[in-house]
């Protein structure tokens, strides 16, 4: 299992960090020891909306080599939902590759085409936006759309990363780690 | 009002985040126009617990020079228990400073001194930890203790956020960044 986190600049850190954390709890608490994952941009730096500075582990790497890539929202959606470039290389959902986005991130997905046919939702600011890209916009917190999933605003992403533990790891390690998180209010519906 | 986010070594990526998104908010949605903020380290570069490099704003600054001063935790602790120039930086609770901490951030202000006199709170796991630096351990999920505040585990960062912008702006205020970051449940207590 391989897992890219995909950042870029303008993004919101929390939408990333609350995915991150549960997820490579798989690795680090030994539930899943031959997991793998980088953080993956297309600049050497990024600069979040907040204004903190990360260094990716890998700088334009193929996305499809990965069986997860994780795309978070930020005010940076705006720029790159017109960015071809960026757009085509993360249009990567396969029966490889699942691509789990939250927060605006969903537009994301929704600009590069992969919610024409699918079940999605979004940051309930950003619900009108969703609707042009999908017939089938929701409230959930959580749409899982086979290699399409979606997630609602910044800290669904939490939700989002407890509800991919315990697709890859099962509902007892998905407890563990949550709690480890002191995360009380689990809400992946 | 200036915030320092202290970050370093084997920190925990999202101990950090969760209190640095609501944070920042106060300016970035624009209710603390005057706000200001850095991400504060001993060194040049920082690599969280799980692998993500950071690069913060300002190196070995004096943290006395803030308003509030935000620690948060990780593996990195355990060395930094044991280190006098590290804890020696981070105690600078006064009339001027409040210092606030999660996790086993908590454990470095009680390696410090801070909490000698102060009821506070850390990670469910680390209570015994807790109980040798401060005979007054509480199990809530945040304790303001005059300019020493600490909190739960990981996610009650996003609360102890949550919590410092109603103390620095009001309910109102608190609420409008909340229902921004999307979160159902606040847990001050």
């Known amino acids: 299992m391989k897992i890219a986190f995909v950042v ?100 994301l997905l929704g600009a590069a085409g992969l919610l024409r046919t699918r079940k999605a939702t979004t940051h309930p600011a950003l619900m009108d936006i969703l609707a042009r890209f999908t017939q089938d916009v929701s409230g959930d917190r959580i749409v899982d759309a086979g290699p399409v999933i979606t997630a609602g605003g910044v800290t669904a992403g939490i939700d989002l990363g407890l509800y991919l533990c315990e697709k890859i790891a099962g509902s007892t390690v998905r407890e563990k780690i949550q709690m480890q998180m002191d995360y009380r209010h689990y809400s992946p519906a």
Do not use: H
Request: net charge negative.
């Open 8 to 107: 870029y600049n303008n993004m919101t850190l929390l939408d990333f960090a609350g995915v991150y954390d549960p997820l490579t709890r798989l690795k680090t608490m030994g539930f899943c020891p031959d997991l793998t994952y980088a953080v993956c941009a297309r600049t050497d730096q990024v600069r979040s909306s907040e204004g903190v500075v990360l260094v990716p582990d890998r700088v334009m790497t193929d996305l499809s080599c990965f069986d997860l890539v994780i795309i978070p929202g930020g005010d940076g959606i705006k720029e790159l939902m017109q960015d071809r470039v960026f757009l085509a290389w993360i249009t990567v959902a396969s029966e490889r590759t699942t691509v789990a986005a939250l927060c605006g991130g969903s537009l």
